[in-house]
């Protein structure tokens, strides 16, 4: 059975998400649908991409992944179909493709708009009408035309100066937990397991915790998350908001 997901900043107030998956199941009644999310921050493309990036991975492959963020067509570079690790992904070429994946999709097709169509709503009328050809067994090939490349929107990244390493926030769950763009695996090959300090705008960390529970209720920690990533919380608290941690601030690991 097929399953197509939705990622998409439309909330849960209005009328949008179940507009979209009444298109859905009006074609295919007995399609599976999942929400990823529809509390993506508006038009958040970094937001959209974090939480998309640590769900689809656990999702079967040929899933079909729909992306509701910034689909304005003046606002992007048209709409595309792209085919990454057994996953399919239908959404707007704003650059939030160089946001979710690492490298270029070698598998990208430039979705075709009818002279009539409607693009006031592009999730519902173009997005849906894709994933379900797909969902129904059309052949990637056969939708739209190939296309070479895709907008690209460059993230900061984490780097290394000698023993110091300079990264920034990139997430805030709705715990309060906030997630860095440093990896485990820069972590240890700067560090070489010598003692280090983390510095935050109004606070310094000198370990790392393996789980919450390692510190007393209400102290702040820094650990890996399940995804490898530095992640700054509190236990019983919300690092975020108490520590005035904003996405894209800076924080500074310096090892001695």
């Known amino acids: ?39 993506i921050e508006k038009y958040n493309l970094l937001d959209a991409s974090y939480i998309l990036k640590e ?18 067509l003046s606002a992007s570079g048209g709409y595309v179909l792209v085919k990454q690790y057994g996953h399919y992904f239908i959404g707007a070429d704003n650059g939030i493709f160089s946001l979710l994946f690492e490298e270029m999709p070698q598998q990208i097709r430039e979705l075709e708009i009818e002279n009539n169509q409607k693009l006031s709503f592009p999730t519902r009328d173009i997005f849906t009408k894709i994933a379900c050809q797909l969902a129904e067994g059309a052949d990637f090939n056969s939708i739209g035309k190939p296309k070479a490349e895709l907008l690209q929107r460059i993230p900061f990244r984490a780097t290394s100066m000698g023993d110091n390493i300079r990264g920034s926030f990139v997430y805030i769950d709705s715990y309060g ?36 529970s390692d510190v007393p209720e209400g102290e702040v920690l820094a650990m890996f998350n399940a995804s490898d990533f530095l992640e700054i919380a509190m236990r019983n608290g919300k690092a975020g908001g108490l520590l005035n941690l904003k996405i894209n601030d800076s924080i500074t690991i310096r090892f001695q």
Do not use: C, W
């Open 177 to 212: 937990n906030v997630t860095t763009n440093i990896d485990r695996r820069l972590f240890d090959q700067v560090g070489k397991g010598q003692p280090f300090i983390i510095e935050l705008a109004r606070h310094t960390i000198e370990r790392i915790s393996k789980e919450y």
């Open 55 to 72: 769900s689809y991975p656990n999702f079967p492959e040929n899933t079909i992944h729909i992306i509701g963020i910034n689909t304005e």
């Open 1 to 39: 059975m097929a399953i197509i997901t939705l990622t998409t900043d439309f909330g849960l107030k209005d009328h949008y998400v179940s507009a979209i998956k009444g298109a859905i199941l009006s074609r295919l009644p007995a399609v599976t649908i999942i929400d990823i999310s529809h509390k």
